[in-house]
């Protein structure tokens, strides 16, 4: 399973360096075959000693540098070796409004770059009221130009009216989409939207899933850590 942690615009430098290193040692127990991941701000991007999580960026502008106010660039990137990325997440499509063009030039971008894209999809809720149909033209479109033959990707499903709601999609929801999209992609498939210590185990013992990527849920270590012991068990 891969246990993701999205912290968006949240926790400083120094909280961000406490919560790893409380987390770290409490991800002494995981599962052996599983990843913990935290996608932190870029501010607390640094080269951190840990053992047990991986740390990714949020976002990436497609440059190795430049004159592109406000991103943050390949070089800068690559000086706390980061090597994964977050690409398409809903909050980048809908309130940034990054159209479907340039999220395929990112893609590329870091894909050339042999980074682990962690690439998001979802239906806002409109699309869902139509039915699975729908929702999945809907993921079709986001995956249009995407290789998703790539060997370094992780697909997340995030449904927009679910994240950051406290709302979770039912687990038949979850297992019929994640099972369209296994049979358009073979990489891992990851749940997001308002998962947390209560339904998380219900949502890693789902087929079709391999993980779940997790905003607000992720914000304390401790609370985060439960997610990461749904998935291995550990009562
Ligand atoms: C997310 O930001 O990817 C997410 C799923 O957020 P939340 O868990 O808060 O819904």
Same mark, same amino acid.
């Given at each position: 399973?891969?246990?993701?942690?999205?912290?968006?615009?949240?926790?400083?430098?120094?909280?961000?360096?406490?919560?790893?290193?409380?987390?770290?040692? +409490?991800?002494?127990?995981?599962?052996?075959?599983?990843?913990?991941?935290?996608?932190?701000?870029?501010?607390?991007?640094?080269?951190? %000693?840990?053992?047990?999580?991986?740390?990714?960026?949020?976002? /990436?502008?497609?440059?190795?540098?430049?004159?592109?106010?406000?991103?943050?660039?390949?070089?800068? +990137?690559?000086?706390?070796?980061?090597?994964?990325?977050?690409?398409?997440?809903?909050?980048?499509?809908?309130?940034?409004?990054?159209?479907?063009?340039?999220?395929?030039?990112?893609?590329?971008?870091?894909?050339?770059?042999?980074?682990?894209?962690?690439?998001?999809?979802?239906?806002?809720?409109?699309?869902?009221?139509?039915?699975?149909?729908?929702?999945?033209?809907?993921?079709?479109?986001?995956?249009?130009?995407?290789?998703?033959?790539?060997?370094?990707?992780?697909?997340?499903?995030?449904?927009?009216?679910?994240?950051?709601?406290?709302?979770?999609?039912?687990?038949?929801?979850?297992?019929?989409?994640?099972?369209?999209?296994?049979?358009?992609?073979?990489?891992?498939?990851?749940?997001? /939207?308002?998962?947390?210590?209560?339904?998380?185990?219900?949502?890693? %013992?789902?087929?079709?899933?391999? /993980?779940? +990527?997790?905003?607000?849920?992720?914000?304390?270590?401790?609370?985060?850590?439960?997610?990461?012991?749904?998935?291995?068990?550990?009562?």
């Amino acid at each position: 399973m891969i246990i993701a942690g999205n912290f968006k615009a949240n926790h400083t430098r120094a909280s961000t360096a406490e919560y790893l290193s409380a987390l770290d040692s +409490l991800s002494d127990q995981k599962k052996e075959e599983d990843s913990i991941v935290i996608f932190p701000p870029f501010t607390a991007l640094d080269n951190y %000693n840990l053992k047990n999580i991986k740390i990714g960026a949020q976002n /990436g502008y497609p440059a190795e540098k430049g004159s592109y106010t406000g991103e943050i660039c390949l070089e800068a +990137l690559s000086e706390f070796d980061i090597d994964t990325i977050l690409i398409g997440h809903s909050e980048r499509r809908h309130i940034l409004k990054e159209p479907q063009d340039f999220i395929v030039r990112k893609y590329e971008f870091f894909k050339r770059n042999n980074f682990n894209i962690f690439y998001c999809v979802g239906e806002p809720i409109e699309i869902r009221q139509k039915g699975i149909e729908s929702v999945m033209n809907y993921i079709d479109k986001q995956l249009e130009n995407i290789d998703v033959g790539y060997q370094n990707l992780v697909i997340a499903y995030e449904p927009v009216w679910a994240i950051g709601t406290g709302l979770t999609a039912s687990v038949e929801d979850i297992e019929e989409v994640h099972k369209a999209i296994r049979e358009r992609v073979e990489t891992p498939i990851l749940y997001g /939207g308002s998962v947390n210590a209560s339904n998380a185990a219900d949502i890693l %013992n789902s087929s079709f899933v391999d /993980g779940v +990527l997790v905003g607000g849920a992720s914000l304390v270590a401790e609370e985060f850590y439960k997610i990461i012991k749904a998935s291995a068990n550990i009562s």
